[in-house]
């Protein structure tokens, strides 16, 4: 499997700022997606971070307040804008393998105040 | 609209017990079921399960998908307290997306 990093791992940060998450790969990869994890609940699709186009966010997310980079397959950013409390979750991005597994980054814990 | 659930929500026993979570689903193209175990932040590949592999096993750790009932179970034999964890189920679809269910949180007790 890859192995995939995330930074920051956490972050306290204040209402009103925006945060960039990174996302890097060691190996090419084809699908990337961001996920968050609200507390207490399950994960949820934000997004699939597409190399070298705009990403396809899923219903509830907008790019202008999650806006997600993709510069080349290895690599991702996801940018949580203008954050309200209701931001704080942990987030998460993912790979797909050419096996079709998933698997996932060790997620970054943002506490909004 | 896809979806997936999970039981129980909560489950606690004792080590050396042997545990079955469930996992139901509705998915319009099923392509595969993925289980995933969750300690602290990232959920920890398990298994796959697909049309052409129904059942998978590792360890203490099985799965098994049954197509005709849309379901999966995971079972754990011998538990220990390092399998108290946060286990979830997600459905891929044939759009690549995963869908998650809310969870099974299970406690082995030493």
């Known amino acids: 499997s890859a192995v995939i990093s995330q930074k920051p791992s956490r972050d306290i940060c204040q209402r009103g700022t925006s945060l960039t998450i990174q996302c890097q790969v060691d190996?090419?990869?084809?699908?990337m997606f961001w996920y968050r994890q609200q507390p207490g609940q399950s994960l949820t699709l934000i997004a699939t971070?597409?190399?070298?186009?705009?990403?396809?966010?899923e219903s509830g997310f907008v790019i202008d307040k999650f806006p997600i980079s993709r510069p080349n397959l290895t690599f991702s950013t996801l940018t949580v804008s203008n954050m309200s409390p209701e931001d704080s979750s942990i987030y998460l991005c993912?790979?797909?393998?050419?096996?079709?597994?998933?698997?996932f980054g060790p997620g970054t814990r943002l506490t909004v105040t | 609209e896809d979806k997936v659930v999970q039981s129980p929500l909560s489950l606690v026993v004792h080590e050396g017990d042997t545990v079955t979570l469930n996992c139901s689903y509705e998915?319009?193209?099923?392509?595969?079921l993925l289980w995933y175990k969750q300690e602290k932040k990232a959920p920890t590949f398990l298994f796959m399960l697909t049309s052409s592999g129904i059942e998978k096993k590792s360890g203490r750790l099985s799965s098994i998908l049954d197509k005709k009932e849309l379901s999966s179970i995971l079972n754990i034999t011998a538990t220990q307290t390092g399998d108290s964890a946060i286990y979830l189920c997600?459905?891929?679809?044939?759009?690549?997306?995963?869908?998650f269910g809310g969870g099974t949180r299970l406690m082995v007790k030493p």
């Open positions: 190996s090419q990869v084809t699908m």
């Open positions: 993912s790979v797909e393998s050419v096996s079709y597994e998933q698997y």
């Open positions: 998915v319009t193209n099923f392509r595969s």
């Open positions: 997600a459905v891929r679809n044939a759009g690549n997306m995963l869908t």
């Open positions: 971070a597409n190399q070298g186009s705009e990403a396809t966010y």
